[in-house]
């Protein structure tokens, strides 16, 4: 696969797609089975029900073979109408995706727009409403996968609420990372997908809809059919449970797996772990005398997205890492290429993962020509974890 | 996996789902790798360019993480607008999706039912498109999976395009089965899926769009984002090629692995093989006493569909042949449920495939009390076999 040097071992720290668990690749490693055979089934019904622990809900989590943006598309497809007021709370180039989204389907969007970096705030979600009136759909982003910001949602909705607007959040990076309570906090939509937090390879859209997000939809059918919810929310409650369409047989059989993991782990201590992987990258990067990008959060737990320092090109931070040192992490998007660097730890992660990371990144600034002390950073992340009291990498 | 008897090998005869090659297994069993990294860039390049291959096309093959009804669906959300006359030439349950489809996205339906089991009939279609007036787009089906009718779609073609309208056609389980050409044929959209004859697990929807084609979508964007053929098609020209969305990373390294498969063995050869396959299923079957469903066409090498006998419950087959011999077959699919039995071969079969399922067939008939000579379809596939020089399941 390219490798420029065999020995060199490959670490993913992207957010998405993220390293796969040996159990998760095992159980896709089984020979394909029907996916109307009572093998398959067993294991799609386990799925169905395992997906509302994760989104902390009593919904029914629709599965649709498809990218997280696909999942998304499905939430503007059943909840916009041509002609039809709908608002926007972005902060990155994700949330922004959710305008694009709302413009192909004609919604009259309205967008509030934080600003690359920021958070959504709650006081100017409130105006937005006030002013544009009307509006039936709020959109936003629990975590911003660009710029690592994760939004105070639970306030987005009460917001929303006061408004008599349904609230749709972009959980694709965040959930299973940071806190995500769905019926907790009466977020109507959540929207994720298979190949963050949760563990899985990429190809499987998931949305948890509840009952009033679901009669939202069905006042106006039409204008969709493959990402249609009452049809594949008709055929999820049948008794067995049916996919309208053949169902991403491998990946399902990834994801009962990796969900597996997360239920033996616990979902607590799992977000336990992304607290201590977050607040242990930003404790390096601030060592390294870099600058965190964004409000330094100690909820950002999914992304740690630092600026590239002065004199630094930044597109070759992410490079040498990859190609010198087999660590592949992401560089910027959109407007901030170039200049952001981001480490992911979002998922299969564990306190080595970072170490690794943070030695890997001090090697390649120390080569590019920034000044720093060699193993500064690596202690700093070192110093989170020993004092929670980490074992193998996990929350002990 | 729920088996009743773990002494019971597994064979999945089913046309979709199909069993993987383990060149396939072990290509999705590598770690997982980075959508924009060179590894995987490389791997996405080479699978563009071998869609071309099976489609036999110089188009541009969009891949979309999806079902085949996926892509079906972007088919009719980029041809179909609103109040816009669009005709459905259907026989069966998939030609049938498409009447739902262009429904769903407010064409105007000019719907020609050829009838479950029948062919589409070039006359007919010719008929119905002359008394529609003005239809922009005409959509069918190559091999119809509910009933293992091959169409003529070449001659549909001709009809379509003498109309002016463009042609659409599903070939979901016929690509790599049946002939498909789609340049020379002036198929102007040819659809299809990753888990059919092509080998690899569900969850890869492809779409093959002329010029033409992509021209009427791009006269009216909106309506659609995801399944948007204009953002795939500029990210897929870029250099390198890019995936608007996370693409399914492990199910694209699962298809370049089986499209290296195909053109080891040469499509004309994959083609020959699957010809081979269906006239030793017929002949099995009516050397078995029963009678084919539908047409007894040389053509029709994708799915052979048989009538149930009078006398027995039609879903007993099915279990019976799964529950007690390991075999997985299909049965008929709604209005067809219970009156049918499917034997598909499309895709990593070979002679003994066949052979195996109609030993088990006549087990099966035998012991649910159908009156037959144990051996006697066996011994029909194995002479087809051995009149075409069959070796090692394959042509030799």
Redesign the interface.
């Known amino acids: ?3 420029p040097n065999p020995y060199v071992k ?1 670490y ?1 720290m ?1 957010a ?5 668990p040996p159990e998760v ?1 095992l159980a ?12 398959f089934i ?2 799609y019904a386990r799925v169905l029900e395992r997906l509302r622990g994760v989104f902390r809900t009593e919904n029914d989590v629709l599965v ?7 999942a ?2 499905s939430a ?1 497809a059943n909840l916009v109408r041509p002609g039809e007021r709908c608002v926007v709370a972005s902060c990155g180039k994700f949330g922004e995706r959710w305008a ?2 709302c413009q ?3 919604g009259e969007l309205v967008h509030y727009d934080a600003g690359w970096g920021n958070k959504v705030d709650p006081a100017e979600l409130d105006a937005t409403l006030a002013r544009a009136g009307g509006a039936r759909v709020v959109f936003t982003t629990l975590s911003e996968t660009s710029t690592g910001v994760v939004n105070d949602v639970r306030a987005l909705a009460d917001v929303a609420h006061s408004h008599g607007a349904l609230i749709c959040v972009d959980a694709v990076s965040g959930l299973g990372a940071v806190p995500c309570e769905q019926d907790e906090w009466g977020l109507d939509v959540v929207v994720s ?1 298979s ?1 963050k937090a949760l563990m899985a ?3 499987l ?1 998931l949305t948890s809809v509840n009952e009033r997000a679901l009669a939202h939809a069905a006042e106006q ?8 919810w009452t049809r594949t929310v008709k055929g999820q409650r049948k008794d067995p449970p049916d996919s ?8 399902i059989l990834g994801l009962d797996a990796a969900l597996a993991l997360i239920e033996e782990e616990g979902l607590e201590r799992v977000l336990e772990r992304h607290r201590l992987l977050g607040r242990a990258t930003r404790a390096a990067v601030k060592a390294l005398g870099l600058e965190l990008f964004g409000p330094d959060d100690d909820g950002a737990n999914v992304v740690t997205a630092m600026r590239v320092p002065e004199g630094i090109e930044g597109a070759r931070i992410p490079k040498l890492m ?1 190609d010198k040192y087999g660590v ?1 992490i ?1 560089g910027g998007q959109g407007k901030l290429k170039g200049k952001i660097a981001r480490i992911a730890h979002c998922g299969y992660f564990g306190a080595f993962d970072i170490v690794t990371t943070i030695a890997a990144l001090e090697m390649t600034l120390s080569e590019l020509g920034y000044e720093l002390e060699l193993g500064s950073g690596v202690a700093a992340a070192q110093r989170v974890f020993l004092e929670a009291g980490v074992a193998a990498g996990r929350v002990a």
Chains 1, 2 share one sequence.
């Open positions: 696969m390219a490798a490959r993913l992207t998405g797609p993220t390293p796969l690749e896709m490693a089984q020979p394909m089975l029907y996916h109307r055979a009572p093998a067993e294991v649709f073979a498809s990218s997280g943006s696909g998304m598309e503007v694009e989204l192909a389907f004609g997908g190949q390879p990429p190809g859209g059918p039409g204008g969709r059919y493959y990402f249609d309208p369409f053949t169902p991403a047989v491998s990946l990859r592949t992401a």
